[in-house]
């Protein structure tokens, strides 16, 4: 009896299923290419008047930081030429997908990111200190330099740390969206990646996870044309990453990804339909990476100097912003004032290297007592034999170097 039940529940449900039937063999391959949402042109002129919106101090604030950031990454950079650090990464011209879809999010939501949204991590307060802490692994990083540089992560922020292999933060965004959702809370999980890590397996898993069970998740993929020295032509093929979205049953929006005010209203937008809707929502960002992937690559040795130019001077978020505040008289333009932020960024970032660089590694015994709630027998014993060998051979390590020594 039971049995019969539950087939005739299943065959209920296969009868109500919408099918429609053709007499011809006709593959589907291509659909309607989605078109990108865009608020300002390349010239910063308005061209959908109903989305500006944003008040005038919140747009001031964002280009500050956006330019802040420009700086901050040029100095970084170079300061891993010195040998300063061992590793960096910028995010030249891809700001306005991350600070701007950060201003648009509300401090409860939670943020996965991939690695190169500093501008995140900035725009809810994380300092240009604890950045070069970080990127220094010295005893006041918050990760105690178990991570690689830029792997940042901030309880306080509700930001989950940065984690090499790529693409893992997807399904832990669904996950935690799923939690949002069954606990009814106000929150969702935004989650960031690029359109390469839009190629591994848990971005289709965590996809199809997030719609089935409903997860107050947003997707957003920075589609910034290269995984390190792999064009997107290689990378996928049909309507971008966003045309992935509608195949899983989600709503998708396209986005011109160096367009600040398309970039914040899309995200506010599918933050309230998520909340509202109780379900998950992607967002594609089309942009460029304009520097190099990171310091261990060097990008015209794959592309061309003169593509690389032509979207940092034609199409670059911070000049299109830059030019629509002045169109519409928003911001007092003073290259005083415009200059007089880069040189604090540029005497912070050198007085946080400086600082850092004085500060003690993280100490060692850390390596075992921070593991688990209490010392394992197995890494106490670890522990005893490092220390023997460290006081026998206390002439050959740098033993003060670390933060209470033995
Ligand atoms: C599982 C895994 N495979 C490969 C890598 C090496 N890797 C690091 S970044 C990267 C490219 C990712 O490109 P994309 O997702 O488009 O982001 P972008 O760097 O362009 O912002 C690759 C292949 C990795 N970290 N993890």
Not at 120 to 129: H, K, L, Q, V, Y
Not at 140 to 165: A, F
Not at 341 to 349: E, F, H, P
Request: charged residues 20%; aromatic residues 12%.
């Amino acid at each position: 009896m039971k049995h019969f039940m539950r087939f005739s529940k299943i065959s209920k449900a296969f009868q109500e299923v919408p099918s429609q039937y053709v007499y011809q063999i006709n593959p589907i391959k291509n659909f309607e290419p989605i078109k990108q949402f865009r608020v300002i042109d390349l010239e910063g002129n308005l061209v959908a008047k109903e989305y500006n919106n944003i008040p005038k101090e919140i747009l001031n604030q964002i280009f500050d930081l956006m330019i802040s950031i420009e700086e901050m990454d040029n100095l970084l950079y170079m300061s891993q030429r010195q040998g300063k650090i061992s590793f960096y990464m910028t995010s030249f011209g891809e700001t306005a997908t991350t600070v701007g879809t950060t201003a648009a999010l509300q401090p409860q939501d939670f943020i996965f990111p991939q690695y190169r949204e500093q501008g995140s991590f900035m725009w809810r307060g994380f300092t240009i200190e604890q950045i070069v802490n970080q990127c220094i692994g010295n005893h006041l990083d918050g990760g105690k330099g178990r991570q690689m540089p830029v792997h940042y992560g901030s309880k306080d922020l509700n930001i989950v740390t940065v984690s090499s292999p790529l693409t893992t933060q997807v399904p832990q965004a669904s996950g935690a969206g799923y939690g949002f959702r069954v606990n009814g809370e106000n929150k969702i999980a935004a989650t960031w990646f690029g359109e390469g890590a839009a190629s591994e397996g848990d971005f289709h898993s965590a996809m199809n996870f997030a719609q089935t069970l409903k997860c107050q998740t947003l997707f957003l993929c920075r589609n910034n044309h290269y995984a390190i020295s792999t064009p997107t032509d290689d990378q996928f093929r049909g309507d971008t990453i966003a045309g992935k979205a509608p195949a899983y049953g989600m709503r998708t929006l396209k986005i011109d990804g160096n367009d600040l005010l398309a970039v914040y209203n899309g995200v506010k937008y599918a933050r309230e339909q998520i909340i509202k809707n109780k379900e998950p929502f992607f967002i594609e960002f089309i942009t460029y990476r304009i520097g190099d992937h990171s310091t261990s690559d060097h990008s015209v040795l794959y592309r061309s100097q003169e593509e690389i130019d032509s979207w940092k001077s034609g199409n670059n978020p911070i000049n299109r912003l830059g030019l629509f505040l002045k169109k519409q008289g928003l911001r007092q333009f003073n290259d005083d004032h415009d200059n007089q932020i880069r040189k604090d960024v540029r005497n912070r970032v050198i007085a946080a290297l400086k600082h850092g660089s004085e500060q003690q590694s993280p100490s060692i015994q850390d390596l075992f007592t921070d593991v688990y709630d209490e010392v394992l027998p197995h890494l106490q014993e670890q522990y005893t034999q490092l220390r023997e060998h460290l006081t026998k051979y206390k002439d050959q390590y740098p033993i003060n170097k670390f933060k209470g020594g033995l």
